[in-house]
């Protein structure tokens, strides 16, 4: 056994993204306005932006917020069936495995009775 296949599933968390690093991974292809590090100082470069231009500004942030929902629920469909082909292959190759070593136990049962 490896040993990562020894270790319990808590001291291997860390190798799952963060939620963080999932929003900046998505939403850097969307709004780069819109990452992380920029939230807390989004307003500092737009003062004293005209009106119009605000509303704007707006409405493409929430266009974004939109776009990133539906990528998210695509990327956790895709993390979801790949987590689940993965499981099944898995399975699979552990069940051809113990086929092959019955099928061997039975081969030599069968041939130490034939003597």
């Known amino acids: 056994m490896s040993q990562s296949q020894k270790q319990p599933a808590s001291t291997q968390v860390s190798a799952i993204p963060s939620g963080k690093q999932i929003y900046d991974m998505l939403m850097e292809r969307i ?17 004293g932006e005209p009106y119009e231009k605000r509303e704007e500004r707006c409405r493409r942030y929430e266009r974004a ?37 019955e099928e061997t136990a039975l081969i030599a049962i069968e041939e130490s009775m034939s003597l």
């Open 31 to 47: 709004e780069p306005d819109l990452l992380s590090a920029n939230l807390d100082r989004l307003a500092d470069p737009f003062r």
């Open 65 to 101: 917020f939109s776009t990133y929902t539906i990528a998210f629920k695509e990327w956790a469909t895709n993390l979801k069936h790949a987590v689940r082909q993965l499981h099944l292959s898995a399975f699979r190759s552990q069940e051809q495995k113990a086929a092959k070593e």
